[in-house]
Nanobody, 114 residues
Framework: QVQLVESGGGSVQAGGSLRLSCTASGNINRIIAMGWYRQAPGKQRELVAM???????NTADSVKGRFTISIDSAKNTVYLQMNSLKFEDTAVYYC????????WGQGTQVTVTS
């Protein structure tokens, strides 16, 4: 079993920045894939960014150049630095860890006000 603990999020004005953190604990040897999805009201959950222990990343086109995902493998923690936030970035952000199956965090609200 794997447990995910998220932190960060909150409310910020458009153009501002926030940083999300997610720490995985439990049966973890190597991070195959870990990152963030988001879900806005009335929309499907979508990929924001993923990374792994090798430092490979996959970032959604909608946030490229504004969001940066990074990993501290020693701490089993991933970070999502979100800059130049837009109103449309408002959503619940979910940490995701994948190893044979998906594990999800409880979600953290990010609200961008105009």
């Amino acid at each position: 079993q794997v447990q995910l603990v998220e932190s960060g999020g909150g409310s910020v004005q458009a153009g501002g920045s926030l940083r999300l953190s997610c720490t995985a604990s439990g049966n973890i040897n190597r991070i195959i894939a870990m990152g963030w999805y988001r879900q806005a009201p009335g929309k499907q959950r979508e990929l924001v960014a993923m990374t792994n222990s090798d430092g490979m990343t996959n970032t959604a086109d909608s946030v490229k150049g504004r969001f940066t995902i990074s990993i501290d493998s020693a701490k089993n923690t991933v970070y999502l630095q979100m800059n130049s936030l837009k109103f449309e970035d408002t959503a619940v952000y979910y940490c995701n860890y994948f190893n044979r199956r998906d594990y999800w965090g409880q979600g953290t609200q990010v609200t961008v006000t105009s």
